[in-house]
Protein backbone atom coordinates (compact mmCIF):
# COMPACT_ATOMS: atom_id res chain seq x y z
CA UNK A 1 0.00 0.00 0.00
CA UNK A 2 0.81 3.28 -0.26
CA UNK A 3 1.95 5.85 1.84
CA UNK A 4 -0.73 8.01 1.00
CA UNK A 5 -3.32 5.48 1.76
CA UNK A 6 -2.09 4.96 4.80
CA UNK A 7 -2.10 8.33 5.79
CA UNK A 8 -5.14 9.03 4.89
CA UNK A 9 -6.53 5.91 6.71
CA UNK A 10 -4.86 7.21 9.76
CA UNK A 11 -6.14 10.63 9.41
CA UNK A 12 -10.17 9.05 8.67
CA UNK A 13 -9.47 7.37 12.25
CA UNK A 14 -8.47 10.21 14.05
CA UNK A 15 -11.22 12.16 12.68
CA UNK A 16 -13.38 9.50 13.54
CA UNK A 17 -11.70 8.92 17.31
CA UNK A 18 -12.26 13.19 17.40
CA UNK A 19 -15.97 12.83 16.49
CA UNK A 20 -16.43 10.12 19.07
CA UNK A 21 -14.90 11.77 21.78
CA UNK A 22 -16.33 15.25 21.49
CA UNK A 23 -19.88 13.72 20.56
CA UNK A 24 -19.98 10.82 22.95
CA UNK A 25 -20.78 13.33 26.36
CA UNK A 26 -23.32 15.34 24.21
CA UNK A 27 -25.00 11.91 23.55
CA UNK A 28 -24.67 10.49 27.02
CA UNK A 29 -26.15 13.96 28.38
CA UNK A 30 -29.16 13.44 25.80
CA UNK A 31 -29.86 9.38 27.10
CA UNK A 32 -29.12 10.94 30.71
CA UNK A 33 -31.85 13.41 30.39
CA UNK A 34 -34.10 11.18 28.75
CA UNK A 35 -33.80 8.99 31.57
CA UNK A 36 -34.83 11.63 33.54
CA UNK A 37 -37.79 12.94 31.84
CA UNK A 38 -39.05 9.02 31.56
CA UNK A 39 -38.45 9.43 35.76
CA UNK A 40 -40.25 12.42 35.92
CA UNK A 41 -42.91 11.21 33.91
CA UNK A 42 -43.49 8.34 35.82
CA UNK A 43 -43.53 10.29 39.64
CA UNK A 44 -46.18 12.71 37.72
CA UNK A 45 -48.13 9.34 36.95
CA UNK A 46 -47.68 8.03 40.55
CA UNK A 47 -48.58 11.86 42.14
CA UNK A 48 -51.71 11.83 40.13
CA UNK A 49 -52.77 8.28 40.95
CA UNK A 50 -52.01 9.12 44.50
CA UNK A 51 -53.61 12.60 44.27
CA UNK A 52 -56.85 10.75 42.59
CA UNK A 53 -57.13 8.27 45.24
CA UNK A 54 -56.77 10.75 47.82
CA UNK A 55 -59.41 12.99 46.74
CA UNK A 56 -61.84 9.80 46.21
CA UNK A 57 -60.89 8.88 49.70
CA UNK A 58 -61.96 12.40 50.84
CA UNK A 59 -64.88 12.69 49.04
CA UNK A 60 -66.04 9.33 50.06
CA UNK A 61 -65.41 10.76 53.62
CA UNK A 62 -67.30 14.32 53.22
CA UNK A 63 -70.48 12.49 52.09
CA UNK A 64 -70.42 10.38 54.92
CA UNK A 65 -69.77 13.15 57.38
CA UNK A 66 -72.93 15.00 54.76
CA UNK A 67 -75.05 12.18 55.80
CA UNK A 68 -74.19 11.74 59.02
CA UNK A 69 -75.05 15.95 59.59
CA UNK A 70 -78.14 15.55 58.26
CA UNK A 71 -79.12 12.25 60.19
CA UNK A 72 -77.99 14.47 62.76
CA UNK A 73 -80.37 17.44 61.59
CA UNK A 74 -82.84 15.14 61.52
CA UNK A 75 -82.73 13.86 65.08
CA UNK A 76 -82.63 17.27 66.40
CA UNK A 77 -85.55 18.33 64.61
CA UNK A 78 -87.01 15.63 65.82
CA UNK A 79 -85.81 16.51 69.48
CA UNK A 80 -87.31 19.85 69.51
CA UNK A 81 -90.49 18.94 68.00
CA UNK A 82 -90.97 16.79 70.28
CA UNK A 83 -89.45 19.07 73.52
CA UNK A 84 -92.59 21.49 71.66
CA UNK A 85 -95.12 18.71 71.94
CA UNK A 86 -94.12 18.57 75.10
CA UNK A 87 -94.49 22.11 75.83
CA UNK A 88 -97.95 22.11 74.59
CA UNK A 89 -98.99 19.56 76.93
CA UNK A 90 -97.63 21.44 79.79
CA UNK A 91 -99.70 24.16 78.62
CA UNK A 92 -102.53 22.24 78.47
CA UNK A 93 -102.30 20.85 81.69
CA UNK A 94 -101.84 24.26 83.35
CA UNK A 95 -104.93 25.76 81.42
CA UNK A 96 -106.78 22.41 82.56
CA UNK A 97 -107.32 21.57 79.57
CA UNK A 98 -105.86 18.12 79.42
CA UNK A 99 -107.30 17.06 83.08
CA UNK A 100 -108.64 13.94 81.17
CA UNK A 101 -105.95 12.29 80.53
CA UNK A 102 -104.63 12.53 83.95
CA UNK A 103 -107.43 10.27 85.34
CA UNK A 104 -108.66 6.79 85.05
CA UNK A 105 -111.11 6.70 82.72
CA UNK A 106 -113.84 5.19 85.23
CA UNK A 107 -113.26 8.26 87.06
CA UNK A 108 -113.97 10.51 84.35
CA UNK A 109 -117.46 12.68 84.13
CA UNK A 110 -120.09 10.58 81.78
CA UNK A 111 -119.61 13.38 79.18
CA UNK A 112 -116.40 13.07 78.95
CA UNK A 113 -116.38 9.37 78.87
CA UNK A 114 -118.86 9.10 76.07
CA UNK A 115 -118.22 12.80 74.44
CA UNK A 116 -121.86 13.66 74.52
CA UNK A 117 -123.22 17.30 75.60
CA UNK A 118 -124.17 18.20 79.01
CA UNK A 119 -127.74 17.84 79.25
CA UNK A 120 -129.68 19.88 82.35
CA UNK A 121 -130.56 16.37 84.08
CA UNK A 122 -126.85 15.61 83.60
CA UNK A 123 -125.84 18.83 85.23
CA UNK A 124 -128.21 18.84 87.51
CA UNK A 125 -126.43 15.03 89.21
CA UNK A 126 -123.10 16.30 89.03
CA UNK A 127 -124.22 19.17 91.35
CA UNK A 128 -123.10 21.63 88.73
CA UNK A 129 -126.47 23.68 88.92
CA UNK A 130 -126.07 24.09 93.15
CA UNK A 131 -122.88 25.90 93.18
CA UNK A 132 -121.02 23.04 94.11
CA UNK A 133 -118.39 23.86 91.45
CA UNK A 134 -116.23 20.77 91.96
CA UNK A 135 -116.03 18.51 88.90
CA UNK A 136 -116.56 14.43 89.47
CA UNK A 137 -113.48 12.83 90.24
CA UNK A 138 -111.25 15.81 91.36
CA UNK A 139 -110.37 15.75 94.75
CA UNK A 140 -111.43 18.38 97.49
CA UNK A 141 -109.43 20.14 100.26
CA UNK A 142 -110.88 18.50 103.25
CA UNK A 143 -113.09 21.44 104.53
CA UNK A 144 -114.69 21.40 100.99
CA UNK A 145 -115.63 17.67 101.08
CA UNK A 146 -117.86 18.03 104.11
CA UNK A 147 -120.03 20.74 102.01
CA UNK A 148 -120.33 18.51 99.15
CA UNK A 149 -121.06 14.75 101.02
CA UNK A 150 -124.07 16.73 102.99
CA UNK A 151 -125.24 18.19 99.90
CA UNK A 152 -125.13 14.92 97.61
CA UNK A 153 -127.19 11.81 98.63
CA UNK A 154 -125.57 8.70 99.59
CA UNK A 155 -125.75 6.05 97.28
CA UNK A 156 -125.98 2.49 97.79
CA UNK A 157 -123.13 0.72 100.59
CA UNK A 158 -123.15 4.46 101.89
CA UNK A 159 -120.51 5.87 99.27
CA UNK A 160 -120.90 9.07 97.22
CA UNK A 161 -122.60 9.43 94.15
CA UNK A 162 -121.79 11.32 91.57
Known amino acids: MSTIAIIVIVVVVVLIIAA ?21 EQRREQAVTENREESTTRQQRAQAAEQRARIAEQQAAKERAEAQLHQERANMHEQGLADH ?17 DTAQDRTASGAEDGVGARRGEELPP ?20
Not at 25 to 38: C, G, I, N, T, Y
Not at 101 to 117: I, Q
Open 101 to 117: ELMPEEELPRERRLDTA
Open 143 to 162: DDRSATETSQPAGPEGTRTS
Open 20 to 40: LLFALPRMRARAQERARQREL
